[in-house]
């Protein structure tokens, strides 16, 4: 796992290259507002850059609130598909339960070039939902490894700068947690969240052939300009003394 602000420090070029082929996001507080449907505006690039990057069909949402028994009719899938440009995952249970788990890996192999657990990235705000999925699925997905994958993926990965190994090691999807919040929401759950990851990256290790370095797949924030500093009353003076 590997966490940012929000999506726009994520280089998905960077993912492609190395295998990444697809990706699933959460919605609220993640791309959009809590219960709104539209990109938050400061994501625009990033979001045109993830969906151009990994290609039609290859970006999923998956939502607990979108897509679900709470949507009824479908009505809110519809407007974020409309607005976001990308599905959304119908499922009958909530994130992280392994129904859901099946849903995404039931739509990610109907695809025409169908997409493995471990060619996925999971991004979303929580850790007890989203992180938790991606785990699962890296759970499930390791001793399966290898019994529905053939030549093909061999084939796949030859063309990649880094081979699928050196990236999950035996298992499933790159989980990447966006801590930055655009709409205040269940802070105390977040709080408490945030302690809790705190706590397993002081005294876990990471298991063998687990990803250690994922800094290649985040941009840099840019350093922002220092203010023009204002003159002090005294070099004031002086530039008026020297200009007389």
């Known amino acids: 796992m590997t966490s940012q ?3 726009r420090q994520i280089d998905f070029l960077s993912l492609k290259k190395a295998g990444y082929r697809g990706a699933v996001f959460d919605k609220d507080n993640c791309l959009t507002l809590p219960h709104r449907d539209v990109l938050v505006p400061e994501l ?10 990994f290609g039609e069909g290859n970006v999923l949402i998956v939502s607990n609130s979108a897509g679900t028994y709470l949507d009824a009719g479908g009505i809110q899938s519809e407007s974020v598909t409309h607005h976001l440009g990308v599905p959304v995952l119908f499922h009958k249970s909530f994130k992280p339960s392994y129904s859901c788990i099946t849903a995404i890996r039931t739509y990610f192999s109907s695809i025409p070039d169908p997409i493995y657990d471990h060619e996925l990235v999971v991004v979303g705000d929580r850790v007890f939902t989203d992180v938790v999925l991606a785990n699962r699925m890296r759970m499930q997905s390791g001793s399966r490894r290898g019994l529905a994958r053939g030549v093909d993926e061999k084939e796949r990965f030859s063309t990649s700068e880094i081979g699928p190994q050196q990236l999950m090691g035996p298992s499933g999807p790159l989980a990447i947690w966006t801590t930055g919040v655009w709409e205040k929401e269940s802070m105390l759950m977040r709080c408490l969240e945030r302690s809790l990851v705190k706590a397993v990256e002081r005294w876990s290790t990471p298991s063998s052939g687990e990803l250690l370095d994922v800094n290649r797949f985040l941009k840099e924030e840019p350093t ?11 070099e004031l003076l002086i530039s008026r003394l020297r200009r007389g």
């Open 5 to 7: 602000e929000d999506i």
């Open 44 to 53: 625009q690039d990033a979001w045109k850059s993830c969906r151009d990057t």
């Open 224 to 234: 922002p300009a220092d203010p023009p500093r204002k003159a002090s009353v005294l």
